[in-house]
């Protein structure tokens, strides 16, 4: 009799145990509906509707075309709305270097980027893109070619340590402020090896060869001078060569 009561009480016990787990389960269960139900109707309620985007950082990239890249309407819950997913889209963009985005409830979102600068702009026959310093191709102009960048012109067919090259003068030019005062400064030979690497500045061609560009810029803007008040007709310069300049006149022609 004793031993039926024993097991009795271990039996209701195993039931007290099981009725609690059961119902610790139910709770769980009903507090995530509830929170799940919660964010729901936080979500589409338009509490915390999409209402403003502040962009900032970009100067080559329009504030329409920085929304466009993110694929963000305004009117979207900016609760849900995915950070990783839109770093990665505008990260897709040649012209942008780095992004820190900022949700600030209740609907406002942030953008900070940090924007490629264009460095020169490369002529590809009668196609001209923005260049930034590393050499990578920005973008097509869609008008006509700014004068404040210097101009690679190239065919489809470049060498590319000599358009590495190329860059590294046109950021001197750039950084110089040269392509403001010039209608129009050229470098060319790019298809080819390095030492073949020309520029023609303010009507004067010369052979600019690899390295020292702030030496070699300095040398031919002093003989520059010496050109025009001379008034001497010159074919192209030399600035290969250390501490030197060759001066190539036009072969007089004898009729």
Not at 81 to 88: M, S
């Given at each position: 009799m004793a031993a039926k009561r024993k097991r009795a009480r271990f039996s209701s016990k195993k039931n007290m145990k099981r009725g609690t787990r059961l119902s610790k389960g139910i709770l769980a269960l009903l507090i995530i509906c509830a929170l799940s139900a919660g964010a729901w109707f936080i979500s589409e309620s338009g509490l915390f509707a999409l209402t403003e985007v502040e962009v900032q950082g970009n100067k080559f990239l329009s504030?329409?075309?920085?929304?466009?890249?993110?694929?963000?309407?305004?009117?979207?819950?900016l609760l849900a709305?995915?950070?990783?997913?839109?770093?990665?889209m505008l990260s897709a963009s040649k012209w942008v270097k780095s992004v820190k985005l900022r949700k600030e409830y209740p609907g406002r979102f942030v953008v900070k980027i940090e924007e490629a600068v264009p460095q020169a702009l490369l002529q590809v026959r009668g196609d001209v893109y923005f260049v930034d310093g590393e050499?990578?191709?920005?973008?097509?102009?869609?008008?006509?070619?700014?004068?404040?960048?210097?101009?690679?012109?190239?065919?489809?067919?470049?060498?590319?340590?000599?358009f590495k090259?190329?860059?590294?003068?046109?950021?001197?030019?750039?950084?110089?402020?040269?392509?403001?005062?010039?209608?129009?400064?050229?470098?060319?030979?790019?298809?080819?090896?390095?030492?073949?690497?020309?520029m023609t500045i303010d009507g004067l061609t010369a052979k600019v060869g690899r390295g020292d560009y702030e030496e070699k810029l300095r040398r031919l803007f002093?003989?520059?001078d010496e050109i025009k008040k001379r008034h001497m007709n010159i074919s192209h310069v030399d600035l290969r060569f250390a501490n030197s300049v060759i001066v190539k006149p036009f072969k007089e022609v004898v009729e």
């Open positions: 504030d329409q075309e920085m929304t466009e890249l993110m694929g963000i309407e305004y009117g979207e819950s709305l995915p950070l990783e997913e839109v770093a990665d050499g990578n191709v920005l973008e097509k102009l869609k008008s006509a070619p700014v004068q404040f960048l210097p101009v690679i012109v190239s065919s489809s067919a470049r060498d590319p340590k000599t090259e190329a860059v590294s003068l046109a950021g001197v030019i750039k950084d110089r402020g040269l392509a403001t005062d010039k209608n129009r400064i050229e470098i060319t030979g790019v298809e080819k090896n390095p030492e073949n690497l020309t002093e003989l520059s």
